[in-house]
């Protein structure tokens, strides 16, 4: 799978579930193992549940009390930004490519 595909990768039910636009895939890896394989600055660990494309984020909006929702270009579905993560991200975004 190429990794340009690739629009978040997310823990559901003990399984990592790998989001593209056009599938997703079920593996039994953990999150960790994947982050670690990850290379270059296009993979960003949003949460613990949660590595998101920073090449695939559309916008971020405020989500309840401690986090903010990522949506994606190409697909609906959405991921999380933990609080304490969103000033990290924040730089990251801010610098040119």
């Keep these: 799978m190429d990794t340009q595909d690739i629009i978040f990768i997310t823990r559901e039910k003990r399984k990592t579930i790998i989001i593209t636009g056009k599938e997703k895939y079920s593996i039994n890896e953990s999150l960790n193992s994947i982050e670690a394989r990850l290379t270059g600055n296009t993979f960003f660990r949003s949460h613990r549940a949660y590595i998101v494309n920073l090449n695939m984020i559309r916008e971020i909006h405020p989500w309840g009390k401690n986090g903010y929702e990522i949506t994606f ?3 609906r579905q959405t ?14 975004m801010a610098l040119p490519s």
């Design 73 to 75: 270009s190409g697909t």
């Design 79 to 92: 991921a999380i930004l933990a609080a304490n993560k969103a000033g990290k991200l924040e730089k990251i």
